[in-house]
């Protein structure tokens, strides 16, 4: 008759045989002493401890939970970062300003063309723009900190982006507004497709994005006169045509 090569853990106070595992006699529950295993049983043993508490740990939700948290928090900070490098960064394109230094005086254009009673047609530069912006812009905006450095226009097929290059305590800041310009049935429109802050685009229909653009509106009264009475307005890359409206009679 074979024995069972299991050793055993015979209890000193009831006698009674327990699993080699156990701490406590399973019938009476005084401590056992586990000094009278093998030593391979009792290492054994604890390798086996080991490895539950391990599954326990990595089974754990409270851990899995710690673990979900942190990588969420790590993933927030990883866009923050990314937000401020993208705000810090000036956009992919800005008017080298040696252009502007050939640029031609359209400031009496402009003001002949919008009080003229007849129907004008008159053309503008990419650099001229800017020129004109850089020197009709003073504004920045009011924040303490906060100073203009200059405006200046950007010409495409059919668009127009505004931006402005600012300082905030000495670090530079950009921000631009894209128009489409259209004409139809003699009416000039203009749709907001674009509003970018360093290099980070906003959708232009989220509230508030044009308000750093508010004072060059506000100081930009001659030239939404002309937009005003403009029944055409063609815009190519790097050239703005404008074709007035006859004064009503």
Not at 148 to 165: C, S
Request: hydrophobic share 35%; aromatic share 6%; glycine share 10%.
């Amino acid at each position: 008759m074979s024995q069972s090569s299991t050793p055993k853990l015979t209890c000193g106070q009831c006698g009674y045989e327990n699993e080699p595992e156990r701490v406590y006699c399973h019938n009476c529950g005084t401590k056992l002493d586990r000094s009278v295993l093998p030593k391979e049983t009792v290492t054994q043993q604890e390798s086996l401890d080991h490895a539950r508490k391990r599954i326990k740990k990595l089974t754990n939700p409270g851990t899995a939970g710690a673990t979900i948290k942190t990588l969420i928090n790590t993933l927030i900070y990883a866009a923050l970062v990314a937000v401020v490098y993208l705000l810090l960064m000036p956009p992919p394109r800005v008017p080298n300003r040696e252009t502007e230094a050939g640029a031609n005086v359209i400031s009496s254009d402009i003001e002949a063309a919008a009080d003229s009673p007849a129907g004008v047609t008159v053309q503008f530069t990419e650099a001229d723009i800017s020129q004109h912006l850089k020197g009709r812009v003073k504004d920045g905006g009011g924040i303490p900190g906060l100073k203009l450095k200059r405006a200046y226009g950007l010409l495409g097929e059919g668009t127009i982006t505004v931006g402005v290059e600012q300082a905030l305590f000495g670090y530079p800041l950009h921000s631009q507004v894209e128009y489409r310009v259209s004409n139809e049935g003699g009416k000039v429109t203009a749709e907001k497709i674009g509003v970018r802050y360093g290099r980070l685009g906003i959708h232009p229909a989220i509230p508030g994005t044009e308000s750093s653009f508010k004072k060059i509106w506000e100081g930009l009264k001659r030239e939404r006169a002309l937009y005003d009475r403009a029944q055409s307005v063609t815009i190519t890359q790097g050239r703005m045509t404008v074709v007035t409206k006859p004064a009503a009679r």
